[in-house]
């Protein structure tokens, strides 16, 4: 048996040794908005279909947290999470056939997809308040 530490075989790659980029950001970035709306996202959804199937007085305490100051941070939150997913899916989908590769390709799309993300929140949240 080989001992260890005496082995002359190369250390694979690393976050010390890549260079950071938009893609790797908007990759970690696609993760954990997936979690995020997986995990807050069902908590608000299954928050509110049960409030509207126990009656007025649940649907009544949860409009009141949903319309407070930190009930819209949580769902201008998750709509972003939305929106952002969204936008990098669709940006994975095209990578997945094959297309945009290129470095310039790739630099732009990751740079596009997370203030995609933000302009449709933004789209969203104003279309809704208006």
């Given amino acids: 048996m080989a001992q260890a530490g005496t082995s002359n075989r190369p250390l694979s790659p690393h976050l010390q040794i890549w260079k950071w980029g938009p893609h790797m950001v908007v990759s970690i970035l696609h993760r954990v908005t997936g979690n995020g709306l997986a995990v807050g996202g069902l908590a608000v959804l299954l928050w509110w279909l049960g409030a509207l199937a126990s009656g007025p007085e649940a649907y009544a305490t949860f ?61 969203f949240w104003a279309l809704l308040l208006t």
């Fill in 63 to 123: 409009s009141e947290h949903a319309s407070a100051w930190y009930g819209m941070v949580v769902l201008v939150g998750i709509s972003w999470a939305f929106f952002n997913h969204m936008a990098s899916g669709i940006r994975h989908f095209v990578l997945d056939i094959g297309a945009g590769y290129e470095l310039g390709a790739n630099r732009l799309w990751s740079i596009l997809s997370p203030l995609l993300g933000v302009a449709l929140t933004a789209a």
